[in-house]
C-alpha cells in the first residue's frame, strides 16, 4: 500500500469516528451540515461506506476486522446509530425522489428498526456450581462419644451377654461424625501361642473369615463375635499417628458398643498420649472361658505399620 493511499484512508477513517474533523473537511468545500440533519447522516454513510471499500480493496478482510475492533476498542466513538440511519436515509431517498426533506422522522422509525440503544442486552447466564460427588459408600456410623464402662490403662473388663457384633472406634472425639482420623486403626487376628494370623487394614478391610472389617481412614471397625474363626484366640487393636507422635495428638479414646444400636455402649478408654512414639497397642479383645474380655493396654512402640508390633503383640499371648 502506497503512502498516497494510506493518507487517503487515514482521512476518511478520521471523518467517520471525529464528528467535528469531518464538519471542518466538509466545511473546507463550502459544505454546512447539521450534526442532527439527514443530510449529515447521507454524508456519514457514504464516507463510512467509501472508508470500508477502500479498507477492504487495500488491507482485505482480516486487517479490516482487526482494524475496526481496534478503533472501537480504543476509541469509543463509533456513532453507529447515524451511520445506519444516514443509510436508511439514502435508501428512502432514492426510493421516493425526494431531495432536501427536513423531516425529522427518523429512517429507523420509518422502517421500524428499534433505537441501537434502546436494544436490551440479553443477561448474562449463571451457571450453578456443580452439586458435591456423592459418595457411592456412605461412611459407617460410629458410636457416640465415651460411652459405657470406662477403663484404664492395664484394666479389663468381661462382656456379660456380649452382642452379636461389636463397634470399634478408635479416633479423635470430635471426629466421631466426620473428618479424616489422625490415626491409622487395624486390628490383628491372633492365634495359639502367639501366632499372628492376618491384618485388617484400611487397604484389607476384611478378615478371611469375615468376622472383622474395616471401614477404612474413618478408624472404624466392626467385629461379629460368631463369626470368628475358632482359631483366632484374639484381637489387637492397633493405632498409628499418621504424622506426629502422640504427645502431639489433641486427643484420642477406644469406644466399644454395641454395633446394632451404637448408644449402647460396651466400655470406652482414653488413649495415653504422652509418648514420643508413633505406634500403639491399643486393646486387645480375647476370649476368656467360654466367653470374651476386653483388656485396655495404650502401649507405644517404635514402628509405622501393625506389621512391625507383631514381636509385642506375640508377647500379650
Known sequence: MSLFWALVLTLLV????????????????????????DGNKVVTAMITVGTVYLSLSLLGWFWTAIAAVVLCVYLKKVDADSVVNGL??????????????????????????????????????VTPPAAPPVSATPPAPRPASKIGQA????ERITLQNPPPALSVHIGADHLQTSGINPLAVSCTLVGDGGQVLEHVTADRRGSNDN???HSGDSGH???NLRAVAANVKALVFVAISREKPFRLVPSAVLQVADAASLTSGVCCYDLPLTSEKQAMIVARLYRH?????????????????????????????
Open 211 to 213: 468376622s472383622v472389617f
Open 88 to 125: 436508511f436515509a439514502l435508501l428512502r431517498r432514492i426510493k421516493d425522489g425526494v431531495t432536501g426533506n427536513s423531516s425529522t422522522t427518523t429512517a429507523r422509525q420509518t422502517y421500524g428498526i428499534p433505537p441501537l440503544a434502546t436494544q436490551p442486552r440479553p443477561a448474562p447466564t
Open 221 to 223: 471397625l466392626t467385629v
Open 151 to 154: 477403663l484404664k490403662a492395664g
Open 14 to 37: 478520521s471523518m467517520v469516528i471525529l464528528p467535528n474533523f469531518r464538519k471542518d473537511v466538509l466545511g473546507m468545500f463550502g459544505i454546512n451540515l447539521r450534526p442532527d440533519s
Open 289 to 317: 472361658n467360654g466367653g470374651w474380655k476386653v483388656a485396655a493396654i495404650g502401649e507405644t512402640f517404635p514402628g509405622s505399620t501393625a506389621a512391625d508390633l507383631v514381636p509385642a503383640i506375640q508377647q500379650l499371648s
